[in-house]
């Protein structure tokens, strides 16, 4: 006889959470769970908290209080088996601007375990999929701040991650890059998605659950 | 996780191929020790130098030229958000201590192989000392690449990074520059090397580099994290 499937632990769960920038509350009372696979839009104004929420599920900060859990790892005590794992597009292209756009691909596969040969092959796959090919061998200083942001997304999803972490994904791009990005980062990439941005109306429609971040008022999850 | 190997080797060939590109460090360095030998040769007005009025300048200059490659030995992963794309490597952080003391190590090298020779011909009248200098220098480089980079990855998120670095670094090399010109004095004295207590300074050297290279192994997670 099989036994009944168990729920599935939700890929992200939050609760209570705070962070403080010294005596500054960046983010107070955030909660939600969002299941795997499903989006979760956050909106709010400037200040309201929505990168450091980011930033705290990607690990890249400690949280003042509360709990987050992420990918059934609890955070930060569990970050290290996080890492890998996530997708990470931030305000900044992670990119080195002396190196060219290939050269930083293939370097971040190298920080991911990915093996050459197969690196080789997903680099130029995630090239032409953003309409960047024929650009990548040009140093990232001498790209346009939409170029770059192009090829952050290939960096973002190189290492094919469980959980993409996106801030505000369309900045920089025009309507062919928006398009062109959709494929790699948009909802039928069939990945646990979080996306912060400016944009509720292009956005939304794609959102399972959606967050209100607001400066000194509670979080809302609707 | 990704093998330490395979990740300090990406770090390290990143590191080392932009600055072949951009020649942001080597080159100042490489200026900075020869203009201070030139100010050093007309300012005490001597044309030959031995003992430890040759190490005083030969280690006072290599120090001075390590701190501006010191200095920006970070500013990359700062200013372009390396830090952040190393964090959320599968990768054990320590290896980035490991590559950025290896590429520090690899300039002050090239410095030397500048330095030295223009040292010799300022101001030695032979180059016997040379050869065995050449384990000073090993170790010398390996401290400082050592303390440099602990430092240098505290001062990067600081606006006075410039003045931070030497602030806190030279107190910190104060006892490896005493054994580097302690081990450097005999190999130049006048009439040619000897190896009085040439031994002792090596294994002064040694320890300093064993104990900051366990604290800079140990501490580096930490510093960075938020």
């Given amino acids: 006889m099989r036994s009944s499937p ?3 632990e939700p890929a992200i769960v939050v609760a209570a959470l705070r962070r403080d920038y010294g005596d500054r509350p960046a983010l107070d009372g955030v909660a939600f769970e969002l299941a795997a696979g499903e989006s979760l839009v956050v909106l709010g104004p400037n200040g309201a908290g929505k990168t450091t929420l980011l930033r705290i599920l990607a690990t890249l900060l400690r949280p003042s209080g509360g709990e987050a859990r992420v990918l ?17 597009l931030g305000h900044e292209p992670l990119l080195y601007r002396d190196l060219s756009g290939r050269e930083n691909l293939h370097f971040q596969a190298r920080l991911h ?9 997903r680099i130029e796959e995630l090239l032409r999929t953003i309409g960047m090919d024929r650009r990548a061998d040009e140093r990232v200083a001498e790209l346009s701040a939409g170029m770059r942001q192009r090829l952050s997304i290939c960096r973002c999803v190189l290492h094919q991650p469980e959980l993409l972490l996106l801030d505000e994904p369309d900045s920089n791009l025009d309507v062919e890059g928006r398009d062109l990005a ?9 990945r646990t998605r979080v996306v912060v941005t400016h944009d509720p109306e292009r956005h939304l429609p794609e959102a399972d659950q959606v967050l209100r971040l607001g400066i000194g008022e509670r979080a809302v999850v609707s | 996780m990704t093998p330490s190997r395979t990740a300090f080797a990406a770090i390290l060939a990143k590191d080392l191929r932009s600055e072949l590109r951009t020649l942001q460090s080597l080159p100042a360095m490489a200026l900075f020790s020869v203009t201070t030998f030139v100010i050093f040769r007309f300012g005490l007005d001597r ?3 031995s003992g430890s009025l040759a190490a005083g300048v030969l280690w006072a200059t290599l120090l001075f030229a390590g701190v501006l490659g010191i200095n920006r030995l ?6 372009e958000g390396g830090f952040d794309a190393i964090r959320l490597a599968p990768i054990d952080r320590s290896v980035l201590f490991a590559a950025k003391v290896a590429a520090l190590l690899i300039y002050l090298a090239a410095l030397e192989l500048v330095a030295v020779p223009i040292f010799a011909v300022f101001f030695l009248d032979g180059g016997a000392g040379l050869g065995p200098l050449v384990a000073v220098l090993l170790l010398t480089d390996l401290g400082l690449a050592a303390t440099g980079t602990l430092i240098s990855s505290m001062a990067v998120n600081s606006r006075a990074r410039d003045l931070l670095v030497p602030l806190v670094l030279l107190p910190l090399v104060v006892p490896l520059m005493i054994a580097a010109t302690g081990a450097t004095e005999p190999l130049l004295s006048l009439g040619g090397p000897s190896y009085h207590r040439f031994g002792t300074w090596l294994m002064v050297l040694g320890l300093y580099d064993l104990i900051f290279s366990l604290v800079g192994y140990a501490v580096f997670d930490f510093l960075l994290e938020d």
């Fill in chain 2, 74 to 79: 970070f500013v990359a992963e700062r200013e």
């Fill in chain 2, 47 to 49: 044309t030959s130098l």
């Fill in chain 1, 182 to 190: 959709r494929e790699l980062i948009g909802p039928g990439t069939g």
């Fill in chain 1, 6 to 8: 168990e729920k599935a």
């Fill in chain 1, 72 to 88: 059934g790892c609890s955070l930060p005590s569990e970050a290290w088996k996080l890492r890998g794992k996530i997708g990470y």
């Fill in chain 1, 113 to 121: 375990g990915i093996e050459r040969e197969a690196a080789e092959a």
